[in-house]
């Protein structure tokens, strides 16, 4: 069976229009968060694109200890509350530890369920039990089918409202590599897949202390994702991401999100696997 998972106005699946999550690696400050927020808001009703706003509270997996984090939990969370109210975005952020749940979970629709924590047990059975939609980010150790094992742990809670997110598997030093049958594989499970472009194209470690990575390869591997059939594609964004504070190396210039979109759904419909979208 497969399914459809419902957040906000967002429907993910097979037969619904294919989705876009955007927003920033990493919450910057308040200003800037909520002028992205705010563009991408206005692209999506321009455009027609069921968008999931995301931005992190707090990277907790750095090189470094000395790179840049967030504002934290608390802020974080006030900032992205404000974030919702304004423009009225279905919100998705990463939670890295049990404590952070509840509070994520009362401003957050989608609780993302980091790669590299994708098997502690304690994290996916709090957020199964938290009942907001949680993405699986499948870990970059992992083969795709291993993946159902953290599906059954968040199901053993009664949440069926599930996410599974490709990333890129570890290939060699420094370097990832993106295997466009994981999409299938993992869709075996009935439910929704998710293609992460801009983290698949990192440089983990790569960079003198800090992730490096080749933007201008995210835009192919989406365009491949889609073709192979996800239901949504998640892509870093930034206004000026070269001076970004996280991932600068890797997060699309807002200004050439638009143009990328228009091919996406021009591929996802050409390959006619799912509804025509409203107005079409």
Same mark, same amino acid.
Not at 24 to 35: H, Q
Not at 49 to 60: R, V
Not at 199 to 203: C, G, L
């Given at each position: 069976?497969?399914?459809?998972?419902?957040?906000?106005?967002?429907?993910?699946?097979?037969?619904?229009? =294919?989705? *876009?999550? $955007?927003g920033? #690696?990493?919450?910057?400050?308040?200003?800037?968060? @909520?002028?992205l927020? &705010? !563009?991408?808001?206005r692209?999506?009703?321009?455009?027609g694109?069921?968008?999931?706003?995301?931005?992190?509270?707090?990277?907790?997996n750095?090189?470094?200890?000395?790179?840049?984090?967030?504002?934290?939990?608390?802020?974080?969370?006030?900032?992205?509350?404000?974030?919702?109210?304004?423009?009225?975005?279905?919100?998705?952020?990463?939670?890295?530890?049990?404590?952070?749940?509840?509070?994520?979970a009362?401003v957050?629709?989608? =609780?993302? *369920?980091p $790669?590299?924590? #994708?098997?502690?047990?304690?994290?996916?059975?709090? @957020?199964?039990?938290? &009942? !907001?939609?949680?993405?699986?980010?499948?870990?970059?150790?992992l083969?795709?089918?291993?993946?159902?094992?953290?599906?059954?742990?968040?199901?053993s809670t009664?949440?069926?409202?599930?996410?599974?997110?490709?990333?890129?598997?570890?290939?060699?030093?420094?370097?990832?590599?993106?295997d466009m049958?994981?999409?299938?594989?993992?869709?075996?499970?009935?439910?929704?897949?998710v293609?992460?472009?801009t983290?698949?194209?990192?440089?983990p470690?790569?960079?003198q202390?800090?992730?490096?990575?080749?933007?201008r390869f995210?835009? @192919?591997?989406?365009r491949?994702a889609?073709?192979?059939g996800?239901?949504?594609?998640?892509?870093e964004t930034?206004?000026r991401?070269?001076?970004?504070?996280?991932?600068?190396?890797t997060?699309?210039?807002?200004?050439?999100?638009?143009g990328?979109?228009k091919?996406l759904?021009?591929?996802?419909?050409?390959?006619?696997?799912?509804?025509?979208?409203?107005?079409?």
């Open positions: 069976m497969e399914r459809t998972v419902k957040v906000g106005g967002v429907s993910i699946g097979r037969r619904h229009p =294919l989705v *876009l999550i $955007a920033p #690696c990493v919450i910057e400050g308040r200003r800037s968060c @909520l002028e927020a &705010g !563009r991408l808001a692209l999506a009703r321009r455009d694109i069921p968008l999931i706003f995301k931005a992190s509270y707090d990277k907790a750095r090189t470094s200890h000395e790179s840049y984090r967030g504002p934290g939990l608390v802020r974080g969370l006030e900032i992205l509350a404000e974030v919702k109210e304004r423009y009225g975005l279905p919100l998705l952020v990463d939670v890295h530890s049990e404590h952070e749940v509840a509070p994520a009362q957050a629709d989608i =609780l993302q *369920l $790669a590299f924590l #994708c098997r502690q047990t304690d994290l996916v059975l709090a @957020l199964g039990e938290s &009942g !907001r939609v949680v993405n699986i980010k499948k870990g970059q150790f083969a795709p089918d291993d993946v159902r094992h953290i599906v059954a742990k968040v199901e009664g949440n069926r409202r599930i996410l599974l997110t490709e990333r890129g598997t570890s290939f060699g030093y420094h370097d990832l590599v993106a049958r994981s999409l299938a594989i993992m869709r075996e499970s009935g439910y929704p897949v293609f992460d472009a983290h698949s194209v990192q440089r470690g790569g960079a202390g800090r992730s490096g990575g080749e933007r995210a835009p @192919l591997l989406a491949a889609v073709a192979a996800c239901d949504a594609v998640f892509l930034h206004l991401p070269e001076e970004a504070l996280s991932d600068a190396a997060q699309l210039r807002f200004a050439d999100l638009a990328l979109w091919i759904v021009q591929i996802d419909e050409a390959a006619g696997r799912r509804l025509r979208r409203p107005g079409k």
